[in-house]
């Protein structure tokens, strides 16, 4: 959205300020209010909104400490997203199962992960009550393993 890079800011600020625990606090109220942030159309208000933000999670935090923060936080934020991008991540939040990229809803449930993660292992848990049935839908021979190279794709292929 139009202020993720103010809020990219506001977590480097909160790293600054308080920590791994600081900024963590901060990433789930950003989540939290992401509705709301992404129609906000002045910078202005987006910074005085994490502003208000950052003073209600970090104790003793105030609109001097994100102007004193401000420009190492944006160098911190730059490289991160420098990294991001030089490892392929053009947008967040990104998933990877296996180093195979899977788009999913931030807001995914459990069962909604479990089943795109046994496709990418290749299971069929078609139930829970036998034993050594949840192998992937394909039977190789006795010389080949199955081999997964997507989400539910595989083949049998050479073991070892």
Same mark, same amino acid.
């Given at each position: 959205h139009n202020m993720a890079w103010e809020c990219a800011v506001a977590v480097q600020i909160a790293h600054a300020y308080g920590g791994d625990e600081a900024a963590y606090a901060i990433i789930d109220q950003i989540f939290s209010n992401q509705t709301y942030i992404q129609t906000i159309d002045a910078t202005t208000t987006a910074v005085g909104? %994490?502003? #208000?933000? @950052?003073?209600? *999670? @970090?104790?003793?935090?105030? $609109? &001097? #400490? +994100?102007?004193?923060?401000? !420009?190492?936080? !944006?160098?911190? $934020? %730059? *490289?991160? +997203?420098?990294?991001? $991008?030089?490892?392929?991540? #053009?947008? @967040?939040?990104?998933?990877?199962?296996?180093?195979v990229e899977v788009v999913m809803s931030a807001s995914a449930t459990v069962d909604e992960w479990t089943k795109v993660i046994n496709g990418v292992l290749g299971i069929n848990d078609d139930d829970t009550t036998a034993k050594d049935d949840d192998l992937p839908e394909d039977t190789c021979t006795?010389?080949? *393993?199955?081999?997964?190279?997507?989400?539910?794709?595989?083949?049998?292929?050479? &073991?070892?």
């Open positions: 909104f %994490l502003q #208000d933000m @950052l003073g209600e *999670t @970090l104790e003793g935090f105030g $609109a &001097a #400490d +994100w102007v004193s923060n401000y !420009e190492n936080a !944006e160098n911190a $934020a %730059l *490289t991160s +997203w420098k990294v991001s $991008a030089f490892r392929g991540t #053009d947008y @967040l939040p990104k998933y990877f199962i296996n180093g006795d010389d080949q *393993t199955y081999c997964q190279y997507a989400p539910g794709a595989g083949y049998c292929c050479s &073991a070892g």
